[in-house]
């Protein structure tokens, strides 16, 4: 097969011919799909059902003893903070488990950062001038509208295949005061697919920062979400910083937002007893204690990580057909002609793809037109702007496999249009 550079002009017209009649044709059956976010499927939340009896009228209280229908405890129940310590590879003196969301307190952790410091003794980023975020990208873009929101500046830092350019990464923070943190989805991230290496890891623990109040924000959002009987390992980045006499340089984040129930789950903060104690300080203004109830039926309904991992491979029965409908019709489509990537995860909730220079809003502007909503083009970098216009991101959890087949069909022919036109 030919790839583009190599089609004559002739064969270019007759393709773009064939590709407007199949085009029109998609547009003619009125498709209604959205594949904008990263959302399970009802068969997923299904897996969770129990959640909704684990918890009666006669079993409200702790393995402790302790009443969950009351105030207080605001770092956790005891066995939550065990099973979640477990998830996140720390001690229990190490965590917080919160609320539904870790969004909220990712939030939180940058804003307690702007009005306190990250320290007792360290100045809080607001008094501070000039304060920067390194934004790896293509990324998460609800951690570029905390930064966005708190006037925050973003330096985007392009992702690699072992997932961060460190030799810019480390240039950065060793030359710039003002630069107080870094972004990282560590695991099949968002929207690469990309696990970091054990090199990288062990960098951004040991590097040197011209900022004594840098953090690393840590998002595992995908920790146990394997796709493959051979899951990517991740090296601990508390252990890699207490390695390299930074204890204290990292905020790890966690939630069972899609393990269990997307807007009832559980969220955790794991960091150094250190930083957990200066958070749970200025917690307590905040919150009497979280919904303990929650995690009372998490941990009833768990039993013990072993049951997270049990569950999180019914997860993926129901998750790879999906993502491998993603990967034979972009083969299909797209293999060889030499005109866009795509990753191949083998875990997550994403798969990235990237077209020709210039070319991702047109790509997402006609498969809308053609009843196909993606991510918009751009938001998978700070400022909505991606420099090089090309990178998309799909979200395959959500519809049936025959939906996506449908809408990476049209994908397809709509990034093959916008090559021809561009």
Avoid at 213 to 229: E, G, P
Wanted: aromatic fraction near 8%; proline fraction near 5%; include cysteine.
């Amino acid at each position: 097969m030919n790839t583009f550079e190599q089609l004559s002009q002739q064969e270019k017209n007759n393709l773009k011919q064939e590709l407007d009649r199949r085009y029109e044709s998609f547009r003619s059956k009125q498709l209604s799909l959205n594949m904008t976010r990263g959302v399970p499927a009802p068969e997923q939340l299904d897996l969770s059902n129990e959640l909704l009896t684990c918890v009666t009228e006669h079993h409200y209280h702790s393995q402790k003893g302790v009443d969950c229908r009351n105030y207080g405890g605001v770092d956790g129940i005891p066995e939550a903070k065990e099973l979640f310590a477990a998830y996140m590879e720390v001690a229990t003196d190490e965590i917080v488990v919160a609320g539904n969301s870790s969004l909220n307190l990712m939030h939180d952790t940058f804003m307690r950062a702007m009005i306190k410091g990250v320290m007792k003794d360290e100045m809080p980023w607001s008094q501070q001038k000039d304060i920067k975020c390194i934004c790896p990208a293509p990324g998460y873009d609800r951690h570029f509208s905390i930064c966005d929101y708190l006037n925050i500046q973003m330096i985007t830092v392009e992702m690699t295949d072992d997932g961060l350019n460190m030799d810019e990464i480390e240039s950065l923070v060793a030359n710039d005061e003002g630069i107080k943190g870094i972004w990282c989805v560590p695991k099949y991230s968002n929207p690469t697919g990309v696990t970091y290496t054990d090199e990288v890891v062990e960098r951004l623990a040991a590097m040197k920062t011209k900022a004594s109040d840098f953090r690393i924000f840590w998002d595992n959002a995908y920790a146990v979400h394997h796709l493959t009987d051979t899951p990517a390992q991740l090296m601990s980045i508390l252990d890699a910083c207490k390695r390299a006499g930074n204890p204290d340089r990292v905020y790890m984040f966690g939630s069972t937002a899609k393990i269990t129930f997307a807007g009832a789950g559980v969220a955790v903060l794991a960091a150094s007893e250190k930083n957990i104690n200066w958070l749970r300080s200025q917690m307590i203004f905040q919150s009497i204690g979280p919904d303990k109830i929650n995690q009372l039926r998490h941990v009833t309904f768990f039993k013990n990580i072993e049951g997270i991992h049990q569950l999180m491979k019914k997860h993926a029965q129901i998750l790879k057909p999906k993502f491998d409908a993603v990967q034979t019709t972009l083969e299909k489509e797209l293999g060889q002609k030499g005109i866009a990537q795509w990753t191949n995860p083998k875990g997550g909730y994403f798969t990235s793809i990237n077209t020709p220079n210039g070319c991702a809003k047109k790509v997402v502007e006609m498969a809308k037109k053609a009843g196909v909503m993606l991510t918009p083009a751009g938001a998978t970098y700070p400022y909505q702007k991606d420099p090089f216009d090309r990178n998309i991101r799909i979200a395959p959890s959500f519809p049936p496999k025959a939906d996506i087949e449908k809408a990476i069909e049209l994908l397809a022919i709509c990034i093959q249009l916008a090559a021809i036109e561009n």
